[in-house]
């Protein structure tokens, strides 16, 4: 069984890698997409680290909603990158921010809380 702070350092790099990936669809709808890449890096980050975390102390397949919702992000971050360096329009990326969005709501809820030992 994984321990309790190995769970909690996920749910920190879930929880605020999200936030990021909030901030940057936003910004990406207000159409200021160099400082949106700065929200897209941070988030990408933190998921990553969430996802070296996950492997060191999962087996593979055992929460398959956080291997989907960690896929779903990779995809999603590569939409907007793509997308701001070839100048395309926004319409991809909101399809891949609604499926990142709801891995993220179907992931379990040990991976979305954050204790106050965190802050």
């Given amino acids: 069984m994984v321990d309790t702070q190995k769970l909690?350092?996920?749910?920190?790099?879930?929880?605020?890698?999200?936030?990021?990936?909030?901030?940057?669809?936003?910004?990406i709808e207000e159409e200021?997409?160099?400082?949106?890449?700065?929200y897209l890096n941070q988030s990408s980050a933190l998921i990553?680290?969430?996802?070296?975390?996950?492997?060191q102390n999962f087996e593979d397949g055992e929460s398959q909603e956080f291997e989907s919702f960690y896929a779903?992000?990779?995809?999603?971050?590569?939409?907007?990158l793509d997308s701001v360096a070839t100048d395309h329009g926004d319409h991809y990326i909101s399809i891949y921010f609604e499926e990142v969005k709801e891995r993220y709501e179907n992931l379990p809820t040990v991976f979305k809380t954050i204790s106050d030992s965190n802050s």
């Fill in 72 to 80: 779903q992000f990779d995809i999603f971050n590569d939409e907007v």
């Fill in 8 to 27: 909690k350092t996920i749910s920190y790099f879930v929880v605020s890698g999200w936030h990021k990936i909030e901030r940057c669809y936003e910004l």
């Fill in 32 to 38: 200021k997409h160099t400082i949106a890449v700065a």
């Fill in 48 to 55: 990553q680290n969430a996802y070296s975390v996950y492997k």
